[in-house]
């Protein structure tokens, strides 16, 4: 089974800042994507970024950044020049395709609450 | 512009009632989940449907019944609610069905269902 490890539960940052987020996460396949999931006070699950596991080059998204590193397992967040809407909780998801039969879904990490300085 | 719709998105129950959590997506998605998140925990993976028909188990599935009634609407059914089932709900929905290769996992989440059990 899969299992996701976010060692961080909260964070703060100044606005403007960078900061960056942890997960690891325990796989048995070699083809996955891993996504970056913000809740903010709304509840509502925004996804914030996604990686394909068979690229080497760490996907980006406007001030989101990720830092794979396939082989440790690790699939950090870096989020440049912080802002106040930041401010949320985020979670790390691996997919996984092959959990008890042919389907495809997602394993959440405990969750990192970030919250944003002014 | 609808998504994914969750009802209700508050409910309070008496230990021991019952009560159906509905959801429907209206982006023709193969895949279909339930989730409850719980501080601390993230998001646990309680049934989920590959496609329409199936449904199988996830992480804690135990008092908990589910119903993929057509590929749009996948509900959850709470036979008999207990104080430890009170979390927020969340339906999602993605729109790989399975099969390797097909890895693109990414969820569409509704707002959550709040319920409180007393």
Known sequence: ?118 | NAGVTQTPKFQVLKTGQSMTLQCAQDMNHNSMYWYRQDPGMGLRLIYYSASEGTTDKGEVPNGYNVSRLNKREFSLRLESAAPSQTSVYFCASSPRGGGLGRMNTEAFFGQGTRLTVV
Request: charged share 15%.
């Open chain 1, 1 to 118: 089974a899969q299992t996701v490890t976010q060692s961080q539960p909260e964070m703060s940052v100044q606005e403007a800042e960078t900061v960056t987020l942890s997960c690891t996460y325990d796989t048995s396949e070699s083809n996955y994507y891993l996504f970056w999931y913000k809740q903010p006070p709304s509840r509502q699950m925004i996804l914030v970024i996604r990686q394909e596991a068979y690229k080497q080059q760490n996907a980006t998204e406007n001030r989101f950044s990720v830092n794979f590193q396939k082989a440790a397992k690790s699939f950090s967040l870096k989020i440049s020049d912080s802002q106040l809407g930041d401010t949320a909780m985020y979670f790390c998801a691996p997919g996984s395709s092959n959990y008890g039969g042919a389907t495809n879904k997602l394993i959440f990490g405990t969750g990192t609450l970030l919250a944003v300085q002014p």
